[in-house]
């Protein structure tokens, strides 16, 4: 089961987020302003992403980005799975600072993409079905549209700068320094390889849309197929070895 978990979590969970993030545009906030740009489909090129198909789409993103991302945190545990006492006191505390920094950014993620996500992409979809129906006037369309640019860029559960959305940008950080700090502790990967770890970290917490969202994962899945590749040769002709996703 851990075997199969690895290969979902690691390689396609990062595959899907790499196809879908290249669809995530970025830097709309102050111009034109958010609902000003996803409220109806653009060709993204200046914002970063390959194009950018409207609400529905917004939505349907992170409907999809959530779990996956979700599945990654799950990965990212077993990365540091059977990391105990026997590897030393110094691997045994950074793999479960790891798994505290998972938590975290599991939980911080997925709360910045229910609220600047999931459910602003459905509120953009009810304001204009409201608008159409009649139900707003440009007065009323007005007041709620400045409501959802200004919760936008809340200093709390904001889309972009938000307490919610820095404490998620920096756990993922916090989370490949940590697991390549237990992995190199315990003797379990090498700096090549975890540098490029620390690579996916820098990238998703610099952005989780395009274009550092796809090179996060891509990176996520070169160091944990290096990882694989790695343990794989060393366990061969050596039945005391775990192999990845055993331990």
Not at 223 to 247: H, I, M, N
């Amino acid at each position: 089961m851990k075997h199969l978990l690895w290969w979902l979590c690691l390689f396609v969970a990062p595959a899907v987020l790499i196809a879908i993030e290249l669809f995530h545009p970025a830097g709309f906030t102050t111009s034109p302003g958010m609902y000003q740009f996803l409220s109806h489909a653009e060709t993204a090129h200046e914002h970063a992403a390959l194009a950018y198909f409207g609400p529905q789409w917004w939505f349907t993103l992170h409907m999809i980005q959530t779990p996956m991302v979700g599945l990654v945190a799950v990965g990212l545990w077993l990365m540091v799975d059977g990391i105990g006492a026997k590897d030393g006191t110094a691997a045994r505390v950074a793999a479960w600072l790891a798994r505290a920094a998972i938590f975290v950014f599991a939980l911080t993620f997925t709360i910045l993409d229910a609220i600047g996500g999931i459910g602003l992409g459905r509120t953009l979809l009810v304001v204009q079905e409201l608008v159409t129906g009649g139900k707003l006037s440009p007065a009323q369309l007005d007041g709620v549209v400045l409501l959802l640019n200004t919760l936008w860029v809340d200093p709390v559960v904001g889309g972009v700068g938000s307490f919610v959305s820095e404490t998620a940008s920096w756990a993922a950080f916090a989370v490949s320094f940590l697991v390549a700090a237990a992995l190199l502790l315990s003797g379990r990967a090498g700096w090549a390889n975890m540098i490029v770890l620390l690579g996916f970290g820098w990238e998703l917490q610099t952005a989780h849309a395009s274009p550092h969202g796809p090179i996060a994962f891509g990176l996520l899945i070169v160091a944990a197929g290096w990882l694989w590749w790695a343990r794989r040769r060393a366990s061969v002709g050596q039945p005391g070895v775990a192999k990845v996703g055993t331990a």
